[in-house]
């Protein structure tokens, strides 16, 4: 079934099959468009996992928060605004919007290099009473790192640390890496002892 065909990565024998349903006039369940979109939720397929999401709305099943999330991780790069949108639906439709949510969306806008839109994801997070893992200020800290902002990065290390998130090697690596090539080398020299010392690996 579906699952066979999401291990084996086969996502356009599932829009095949889909349509055939549509065909026969089957309306297919929300459980099996779940499976659907978890099988297309990757870089690249973003608009097929959105339009599963629009199928179920068309025989009035209410997409759950996971359908979203899965369609949110697949928008990478150019599909951050999609993302983002997506997010702000969740919002409207009562959904709970969860970390996985925002690591998400932070995740689109890290690989568009968008480190304004991942900082406000940061902060809207925060206004919703949540307290995101490491993988969510990872990436906003690389998405404020390809925008060569190195004291943003500093920030959301230091924001880390006040919302008791123990940060990794790589929440330092990527602020170590962005102050050495700004020529803060005695900051840079601070974080690596503050890696040593946390024995980070």
């Avoid at 079934?1 to 990565?9: E, F």
């Avoid at 800290?141 to 880390?160: F, V």
């Amino acid at each position: 079934g579906v699952s066979a065909c999401k291990q084996a990565n086969k996502w356009k024998v599932i829009v095949e099959l889909l349509n055939f349903m549509s065909l026969i006039e089957l309306a297919p369940d929300a459980l099996l468009h779940d499976a659907s979109i978890a099988a297309v939720a990757r870089p690249g397929l973003w608009r097929v996992a959105a339009h599963f999401v629009s199928c179920l709305r068309t025989h009035a099943a209410v997409p759950d928060a996971s359908s979203r999330n899965s369609v949110i991780s697949a928008c990478k790069g150019r599909a951050w605004e999609s993302a983002l949108n997506l997010l702000g639906e969740m919002s409207g439709a009562d959904l709970p919007r969860s970390v996985v949510s925002f690591n998400a969306a932070i995740g689109a806008c890290q690989n568009g290099g968008l480190w304004q839109q991942a900082k406000c994801l940061l902060g809207r997070a925060a206004a919703a009473g949540l307290v995101l893992d490491v993988v969510g200020f990872n990436s906003a800290s690389r998405a404020c790192e390809k925008g060569d902002l190195w004291p943003a990065t500093l920030d959301i290390l230091h924001t880390m640390r006040s919302a008791v998130q123990a940060p990794d090697a790589s929440s330092y690596t990527v602020v170590v890496a962005t102050t050495g090539e700004f020529g803060d080398w005695f900051l840079a020299l601070h974080l690596l002892s503050d890696m040593l010392r946390l024995a980070l690996p």
